[in-house]
């Protein structure tokens, strides 16, 4: 993938994805779902709030706000993806979710293999490995483009191949098993306002690299350090959405780690420059992107 555009300022390279925080109407209801159905640990509880994770650091935060509502055609998380170090741990996460009987959508990107599912109160979550080693899904002249290691084009949002990939399990496998240490979030993605807008704030003002945007799909990405996405965005509800209102179930926050103290005081000199609000929390720096989404930067605790 090309930059497209490129920065004077840059982002640490090693600068990766930490966790998501969620508004939710019924706390009990989503521990339970993200322990059982996902995979994941309860880390802590205090009141309305809890974190939950692989045993490390949080990847997943929830906090309870009765009488919130899934609100429709505003900006937001379109979905948040944990990234699992394998495809066996990839295999014994889908094949929970089928013994659960809970639907989900397995679905081959070539780069990565993937399933999405949505849960109980209606956020996405994407539950993927990578296989660049099977080919590649990049923007080129604008457009997506996935091809397999074989130069043979896909569209790459083809039907996993189930069979190969539960073949990977051992008899004794059990699927009820933890998420490995090993996972964490992969990456995020977007719903915006304007693609041009955000591009510029994340690639502009906070230095992440620009992987490019796909006006026809109405989709762009940026990362650090060269990877495929750590941050999708797209305008697929409707350019000039408006922002989630302040009892909307789903996205508080998320979050990036940067690799020490140095590099996000560089971060927020850049951001302060460029006239960027910035709110210091008990997480780290926050700042709202033209769409009213809300990242915080920090360092590892």
């Known amino acids: 993938m090309t930059n497209l555009s490129p920065t004077p300022f840059r982002i640490h390279p090693g600068t990766l994805p930490g966790h998501v ?3 939710v109407a019924d706390l009990e209801r989503q521990l339970t779902f993200y322990q059982t159905v996902i995979g994941l640990q309860r880390h802590w509880r205090e009141g309305d709030s ?6 490390g650091a949080d990847l997943v935060r929830l906090t309870e706000m009765r009488g919130a509502r899934r609100y429709r055609g505003t900006t937001g998380m379109y979905h ?18 089928f013994t659960l009987r809970y639907r989900n959508s397995p679905t081959d990107h070539i780069m990565t293999k993937t399933t999405y599912l949505d849960d109980p109160e209606g956020n996405t979550i994407e539950l993927y490995t990578e296989s660049p080693e099977d080919g590649v899904f990049e923007f080129v002249d604008g457009n997506p483009i996935a091809r397999r290691a074989d130069g043979t084009p ?5 039907p996993l191949d189930l069979n190969a990939l539960f073949a990977l399990l051992r008899p004794d496998d059990r699927l009820d098993q933890p998420m490995p240490p090993e996972t964490r979030v992969g990456h995020y993605h977007l719903y915006v306002a304007n693609l041009a807008e955000t591009r510029h704030f994340y690639h502009g003002i906070l230095g992440f690299d620009d992987m490019g945007i796909a006006q026809s799909f109405r989709m ?15 305008t697929w509800v409707g350019e000039g959405a408006p922002p989630a209102p302040s009892d909307a179930l789903g996205l508080r926050y998320f979050t990036f780690n940067l690799p020490n103290q140095a590099e996000l005081d560089q ?5 302060l420059r460029a006239g960027i609000p910035i709110e210091p929390t008990p997480e780290g720096l926050q ?5 009213n989404n809300a990242i915080v930067l920090t360092t590892p605790k």
């Open 21 to 23: 925080h969620l508004t």
């Open 50 to 55: 809890a974190g939950l994770g692989v045993g």
């Open 80 to 97: 948040f993806a944990i990234l699992l170090p394998n495809r066996v741990e990839l295999a014994r996460a889908i094949g929970r979710l």
């Open 154 to 158: 896909s569209d790459g949002r083809e």
């Open 220 to 234: 762009g990405m940026v990362s650090a350090g060269r990877y495929h996405h750590h941050i999708g965005y797209n």
């Open 267 to 271: 971060v927020e000199e850049h951001a």
């Open 287 to 291: 700042m709202r992107d033209p769409s």
